[in-house]
């Protein structure tokens, strides 16, 4: 039985089902990205590029974190969306309880690695001083609240693959509200600090976790309760594990490159420098997150057309996720050049040397960046049509190439090369990745031409009297 709700193109055009969930998906990302931005924007203005470089250090430690439930929900979401596609609706269920209990195993790692190492990983990047006590002040709230991280983190997705993508952005909205307005108070009125933009964050999430368990107890849920069910499916869990991977590769990738930028901003240049990139990388993450939220909202109807063998469908959709992904890159690059000033001041006014030395690592770190998302699109393209192993291929080639161009190219340019090499990665990468994507269009199109041509040979054609 199809899902009413993924639209073919019998019924809808594949733009409008495309609009559908990626719209929703975009504004969820964006939503999601005010928690690590708004912290940003208030410890900009509050504290300083201290303050900026210390959180810099800190989220690629709570990455990782955040990579584990997105590899869930992702992974999940897709399995869920493969398998209505095939028709089996019955498997939902156990598909969810077995997400469940994968999160809470994968947090309960989470608390026990940065109980141990969270301070070697922030001295690792060159934390000292202020800026390592405000980042240790920030990952402590995060360690024991490691559940609320993960689970909050997949939740949206498992709603959104529940036919609820609209019901998904607005918890994701609701989480953001609340995260500003405990920013304000515990940054801007109680002059908590670090601390206290940790606390936001994890009360917000912690509201996420309630309201969405809440959602999938209720009736808004096509979730069969009463239906039989097991609590964990180890099938499903290695399903999941591995359709999710590219994704949780992504974030690591995220925060490994993070990580190491922090390093080497730190020995070629000075705190200000990492508070600088701190800055740049928010307006990199304000893209990313529209390109992640393209891809996300793609993955539902891939999946679904997938398990349906639509193979020509496929084709739409990848298509023009591709072209709306470098559109919006492309524009989001000539707007960070044409008013850096205004992009730069939302995080610092005060501090020229901070606005000046932000604006040069936008003009050598951003322009490559829709190459960025194209990456990331193909990575969950090949995790939405169960190829898990490509979309792993590509998330730790992203990570693994860029090693060379970060240890070589500051030896020889400084403070440039460290800015200039992952722009410069992200070219050496596609020229691997298109030709993956091109072929893999061109297989499908051949299987849509063969099946067409199987339904002309089975259709009867009448018989002039």
């Given at each position: 039985?199809?899902?009413?709700?993924?639209?073919?193109?019998?019924?809808?055009?594949?733009?409008?089902?495309?609009?559908?969930?990626?719209?929703?998906?975009?504004?969820?990302?964006?939503?999601?990205?005010?928690?690590?931005?708004?912290?940003?924007?208030?410890?900009?203005?509050?504290?300083?590029?201290?303050?900026?470089?210390?959180?810099?250090?800190?989220?690629?430690?709570?990455?990782?974190?955040?990579?584990?439930?997105?590899?869930?929900?992702?992974?999940?979401?897709?399995?869920?969306?493969?398998?209505?596609?095939?028709?089996?609706?019955?498997?939902?269920?156990?598909?969810l309880?077995?997400?469940?209990?994968?999160?809470?195993?994968?947090?309960?790692?989470?608390?026990?690695?940065?109980?141990?190492?969270?301070?070697?990983f922030?001295?690792?990047?060159?934390?000292?001083?202020?800026?390592?006590?405000?980042?240790?002040?920030?990952?402590?709230?995060?360690?024991?609240?490691?559940?609320?991280?993960?689970?909050?983190s997949?939740?949206?997705?498992?709603?959104?693959?529940?036919?609820?993508?609209?019901?998904?952005t607005?918890?994701?909205?609701?989480?953001?509200?609340?995260?500003?307005?405990?920013?304000?108070?515990?940054?801007?009125?109680?002059?908590?600090g670090?601390?206290?933009?940790?606390?936001?964050?994890?009360?917000?999430?912690g509201?996420?976790?309630?309201?969405?368990?809440?959602?999938?107890?209720?009736?808004?849920?096509?979730?069969?309760?009463?239906?039989?069910f097991?609590?964990?499916?180890?099938?499903?869990?290695?399903?999941?594990?591995?359709?999710?991977?590219?994704?949780?590769?992504?974030?690591?990738?995220?925060?490994?490159?993070?990580?190491?930028?922090?390093?080497?901003f730190?020995?070629?240049?000075?705190?200000?420098?990492?508070g600088?990139?701190?800055?740049?990388?928010?307006?990199?993450?304000?893209?990313?997150?529209?390109?992640?939220?393209?891809?996300?909202?793609?993955?539902?109807p891939?999946?679904?057309?997938?398990?349906?063998?639509?193979?020509?469908?496929?084709n739409?959709?990848?298509?023009?996720?591709?072209?709306?992904?470098?559109?919006?890159?492309?524009?989001?690059?000539?707007?960070l050049?044409?008013?850096?000033?205004?992009?730069?001041?939302?995080?610092?006014?005060?501090?020229?040397?901070?606005?000046?030395?932000?604006?040069?690592?936008?003009?050598?770190?951003?322009?490559?960046?829709?190459?960025?998302?194209?990456?990331?699109?193909?990575?969950?393209?090949?995790?939405?049509?169960?190829?898990?192993?490509?979309?792993?291929?590509?998330?730790?080639?992203?990570?693994?190439?860029?090693?060379?161009?970060?240890?070589?190219?500051?030896?020889?340019?400084?403070?440039?090369?460290?800015?200039?090499?992952?722009?410069?990665?992200?070219?050496?990468?596609c020229?691997?990745?298109?030709?993956?994507?091109?072929f893999?269009?061109?297989?499908?199109?051949?299987?849509?031409?063969?099946?067409?041509?199987?339904?002309?040979?089975?259709?009867?054609?009448?018989?002039?009297a």
């Open positions: 039985m199809l899902d009413p709700n993924i639209e073919t193109t019998q019924t809808q055009s594949i733009s409008r089902t495309f609009w559908r969930y990626t719209l929703p998906a975009i504004a969820a990302m964006l939503v999601n990205g005010l928690y690590q931005i708004v912290d940003g924007i208030f410890i900009g203005h509050y504290i300083g590029f201290e303050g900026l470089a210390a959180i810099n250090m800190a989220w690629p430690v709570i990455y990782f974190m955040v990579g584990f439930g997105i590899m869930v929900g992702m992974g999940s979401g897709s399995l869920l969306s493969i398998q209505r596609g095939k028709g089996d609706t019955r498997a939902a269920a156990t598909i309880t077995s997400s469940l209990v994968l999160m809470l195993l994968l947090a309960a790692i989470s608390t026990a690695i940065l109980s141990l190492f969270s301070s070697d922030l001295m690792a990047q060159g934390g000292a001083g202020a800026t390592l006590v405000m980042a240790q002040d920030y990952i402590g709230v995060f360690t024991w609240g490691a559940a609320i991280t993960v689970i909050a997949a939740v949206p997705l498992l709603i959104r693959n529940d036919e609820s993508p609209n019901m998904a607005g918890l994701m909205v609701l989480g953001a509200f609340i995260n500003i307005l405990l920013d304000y108070l515990l940054i801007g009125v109680f002059e908590f670090l601390l206290g933009a940790a606390i936001a964050t994890i009360s917000a999430q509201v996420v976790c309630i309201l969405g368990f809440t959602y999938f107890c209720s009736k808004l849920s096509s979730i069969d309760w009463s239906a039989k097991s609590w964990f499916n180890g099938s499903f869990a290695k399903q999941i594990i591995l359709l999710g991977s590219s994704s949780l590769f992504m974030y690591l990738y995220t925060s490994f490159v993070f990580a190491l930028h922090n390093r080497l730190t020995e070629y240049g000075t705190p200000l420098t990492v600088a990139f701190a800055i740049v990388g928010y307006l990199m993450v304000l893209y990313y997150l529209v390109a992640e939220g393209i891809a996300e909202g793609m993955q539902p891939v999946s679904y057309y997938y398990g349906a063998e639509q193979h020509e469908n496929i739409k959709m990848l298509k023009l996720s591709v072209k709306v992904t470098l559109i919006a890159g492309t524009s989001w690059v000539l707007l050049n044409l008013l850096p000033e205004t992009m730069v001041g939302l995080f610092n006014n005060d501090d020229p040397l901070l606005i000046a030395t932000a604006i040069e690592g936008i003009k050598m770190h951003l322009f490559a960046m829709p190459l960025d998302g194209f990456i990331a699109l193909s990575s969950i393209y090949f995790m939405a049509t169960n190829q898990g192993v490509k979309a792993l291929v590509i998330a730790c080639g992203n990570m693994l190439i860029q090693l060379p161009f970060l240890m070589i190219l500051p030896k020889f340019l400084g403070v440039n090369g460290v800015w200039m090499a992952m722009p410069l990665s992200n070219i050496a990468l020229l691997v990745v298109v030709p993956m994507v091109w893999d269009i061109r297989s499908r199109a051949k299987k849509a031409n063969q099946a067409q041509a199987e339904s002309n040979k089975l259709r009867v054609i009448p018989i002039p």
